[in-house]
């Protein structure tokens, strides 16, 4: 993460480009990433109730996340495309909120950071649009990767 | 906001669907969302000496965030698809990072800050995208609604 | 339906064009399109006993449906873009499979029809997705419009 | 097909996921779909004539299906992405409608009956879509995986 | 188009943004483009004959051109998403290669010339994507506006 | 690229289908493709000065021609879905207007020279939008590749 290697990748104009990976290794590679929606109680309730008005808020955020991560190549424009092999993704209901937890995997040439970002973030995006009609405060936040496993620089874990 | 209109609009099995808005009237109406990503003092270095690996990270940013406003209705499920007036986003570099505001307008019989919370996100996504190679510790949060105007509620500020 | 205004529509050459909508009027519309899944027994009890290996199959299939509809032009070739209204799709599960019936509204120059047949479709595709490694021999068929009301042809409903 | 493999896959809270084939091998895959769209005499024949009003029907429907094929992973909420090596897909017509076949193939770590599916569904789709202004009652059947070859589970015909 | 308008335009950064066009009239607007492909006279010949090995060529191009048109707002990025209501593509043989006209038509906010120039230039692609095996030279151009109507600026036809 | 090759690859009904490549080999592959957006010396200054009305017009087109190239087989019908590795895009500005030159890896099964090529001609309809308030007169032409690497057919370059 040197200066060197980065004036290499720079364009002599500074002008955006999708680096080559074609010399990169095909590993398996796995990444996780979180983040949260902050809500209020009455909205925290109607999760747990099951009464948010749109319907099934947790299941139809979990489909928007995973749908989200195919698209990420798509969605982020220097981003490769990448052939996806799994996708989790967890929401956890709690007092403030709801934790969203996302892991994608892939045996590729290029890291799967970015789907799952997009994963967690779409997530997040798709559970505020089913409950904005009880609450129009919700923040989506802490959008992270946490770990990441596979390619060059191996394993890592977020120190928090 | 009340319980009986919530009650009216859920399915009697508390199945997902698209609420109709056939009713609804077809106002002028605009969203604002922000959010913020928080880099390293390398990162946020290298964005004001134009020196990112990738390319003009800012300007990808905006593009991608103009971009993914008008792909929300197939990012998030439940969401009407909204013909799109004008969008624009706004990056600002501080210390600390990045703050990202949108506004977004239409006048259609529907709300549009899915497209803005949207715009915020993706653009924040793209921005992690373009500097992950710099900061790995990047963090997109406080992705919020800050303002609309138009449609039944009228205009609305959020109290910070 | 007669000859001639088929006559007029076609082209000289016989090519494949959007036919001009610009003259038609907008009315609320509505079409109901329905389908279903013919599926084994031990498939009838995973559903209904929520084992089925993949997860929620009616959830995810719902969903399916709805965000398919929204890209009906996209998929059709000559078919209109469309500012869908509202959408909602029944699944039903009985002993041989699962009945689905969905019903999409619009204002709009030009019928639905279309989008409520490829939400059925759809829907029952990803079921079959969901299912399959419970039930290799899953048919999909009966996909039909069973009613639509709206436009110049005015109110129908098929019958049977 | 047993109880054991399900119940390992089976996330514990029973929320879908897209499963990860990572360990899977790639070998040669193909898949074979069928389907029939039923038309009227009167269909049939603008069919046979090449009288459709909005033109080559045949050659519309053809494209609709490969190119679907193409997009299953963005319709099928779980599917995996597979890189398509390619599509055929034959349109006969007879007396009460149009038999469609499709066969795709590719060589991947995962099967692509969904791929072989979607293309006969969104094929009978765009010949609807091409024919209704001559027949409203068409109806689209019969869609099933008729062969497959390659994978864990080796070639196989559907017994009919 | 003087000093003027384009200064309170331009943002004061200079950055991209699209344009907000809620305070132009809906109007019923239409936009021709050309261009051509330039072929070698064996091209012209299998084209003529029917033996272009991919299949049929010209229906090809002329159903991707109008998917292409619908897909404008997701090519060209600050492009506004409008209401297409009608497509019209016509491929005309000629000596040295295919002459390809369209004609879109709407009633929206803004002008089709952007859609008119995609379907064009993605016709004109898949026409090479066609013919690619018998000619490698194949040369897209010419692709510009020929006549507008609708709109502020009125009637257009350019001075050739 | 004799008689006999083209023969085989023939359907026998001439219908267009997507040719299998499950037997090529991957190899590395390169394509590089050019061509121009002819503009009035008004248009030129204004890209020159920084004073396009819109904003930032050439990183707005590399963006669109990079994200397009990832798009390809979405909108050319009968493209094989590639995995591509790097995109450069470069844009010159000259008296008379832009010159476009992409350059797209992969390693694959098939040649990329239909992602350079939509690459470059979707640089080009960007480029148009961006200023066609200024100028209305913009041609987009000479679209072609100069030159691929990779695959069976070896190197080439284009004479000219």
Redesign the interface.
Known sequence: ?GEA???T???AD?????????AKDVT?RSATAR?RVDLSGEAVA?LRD???????A???A???G???A??T??????????????????LEVDDGGVEITATV?????TGI??EA??CV??A???L???I???D??????????VAKSGGRSGD?V?PE
């Open positions: 993460m290697p980065r004036l990748h720079l364009r500074g002008s955006a480009y999708m680096v080559d990976v074609s398996a983040g109607a099951g009464t948010v008005p749109k319907g099934d947790l299941g139809v979990r489909i928007a995973i749908q989200a195919k698209r190549p798509d969605l982020v424009p220097l981003c490769h495309p990448v052939a996806i092999h799994g996708v989790e993704v967890d995997r892939t045996a590729d040439r950071e970015m970002l997009t973030s779409v997040g995006l798709a505020v649009d089913m904005k009609a009880v129009r405060f919700a923040v989506i936040g802490g959008i992270r990767v890592w977020r």
